[in-house]
């Protein structure tokens, strides 16, 4: 009995293939503005006379080749792993799919197996995650760590290494720099509250 859910397949010559590619340069180079009904059209069109093949056929075929999910998934590396945990210390999550040419998906994806972002305990933190709360740039919050008021700690993921502040180390850095971190976008109500409830040292969390 034959299957009738089968998909009929279709041949596709040299010259279509080529056809495909050209056309999917030509959406590689307008990703900004957008394929027009007027480009697709056209190709759509050519593919047509070329490959003898149904219109619909033809569609599908076309809109496969500027589809990303046909694109192999791209294994990580131990040494792209220690990256990205390196970079979630002072970069933004779309920052760190940018430099490491991934989708925030697998960004976000990858963390998770790490236990990157479930090992985020309320007694400590990374510096970009202390910049935000406190709301000053990460490289103010560098600058603490450069000079030594900051001390942070290395802690392993797996066999990954990360950078942290413990909540213990961000109240000495309070109590001893307060007056020298305090600006303009700072205040010292707004340091006690993060160092306080936000990050409190060991032992002295909310609810304790």
Same mark, same amino acid.
């Given at each position: 009995m034959k299957n009738l859910n089968k998909r009929r397949s279709f041949k596709w010559s040299r010259q279509a293939r080529e056809l495909v590619k050209q056309f999917e340069?030509? &959406?590689? *180079?307008?990703?900004?503005?957008? +394929?027009?009904?007027?480009?697709?059209? =056209?190709?759509?069109?050519?593919l047509v006379l070329i &490959?003898?093949? @149904?219109? &619909?056929?033809? +569609?599908?075929?076309?809109?496969? *080749?500027?589809? @990303?999910?046909k694109r192999r998934y791209q294994q990580w590396t131990e040494a792209e792993k220690q990256r990205l945990l390196s970079l979630t210390e002072r970069c933004s999550l779309q920052e760190i799919a940018t430099t490491l040419k991934r989708s925030e998906a697998s960004i976000r994806s990858m963390l998770y197996r790490l236990g990157a972002e479930a090992q985020m305990g309320s007694h400590w933190c990374t510096p970009r995650v202390l910049a935000q709360a406190l709301g000053v740039t990460v490289e103010r919050v560098q600058m603490w760590i450069n000079r030594g008021w900051l001390k942070t700690s290395t802690i392993r993921i797996g066999n990954l290494t990360r950078n942290i502040i413990h909540g213990n180390d961000l109240a000495e850095f309070c109590n001893? =720099?307060? @007056?020298?971190?305090?600006?303009?976008?700072?205040s010292i109500r707004h340091l006690d509250f993060v160092q306080s409830y936000v990050f409190p040292p060991d032992g002295n969390a909310v609810g304790n």
């Amino acid at each position: 009995m034959k299957n009738l859910n089968k998909r009929r397949s279709f041949k596709w010559s040299r010259q279509a293939r080529e056809l495909v590619k050209q056309f999917e340069l030509r &959406s590689r *180079s307008i990703t900004r503005k957008g +394929l027009t009904r007027m480009d697709l059209e =056209y190709f759509l069109t050519r593919l047509v006379l070329i &490959s003898g093949n @149904p219109r &619909s056929a033809c +569609l599908r075929f076309l809109r496969r *080749s500027r589809d @990303p999910v046909k694109r192999r998934y791209q294994q990580w590396t131990e040494a792209e792993k220690q990256r990205l945990l390196s970079l979630t210390e002072r970069c933004s999550l779309q920052e760190i799919a940018t430099t490491l040419k991934r989708s925030e998906a697998s960004i976000r994806s990858m963390l998770y197996r790490l236990g990157a972002e479930a090992q985020m305990g309320s007694h400590w933190c990374t510096p970009r995650v202390l910049a935000q709360a406190l709301g000053v740039t990460v490289e103010r919050v560098q600058m603490w760590i450069n000079r030594g008021w900051l001390k942070t700690s290395t802690i392993r993921i797996g066999n990954l290494t990360r950078n942290i502040i413990h909540g213990n180390d961000l109240a000495e850095f309070c109590n001893r =720099y307060r @007056p020298q971190v305090v600006c303009n976008r700072l205040s010292i109500r707004h340091l006690d509250f993060v160092q306080s409830y936000v990050f409190p040292p060991d032992g002295n969390a909310v609810g304790n």
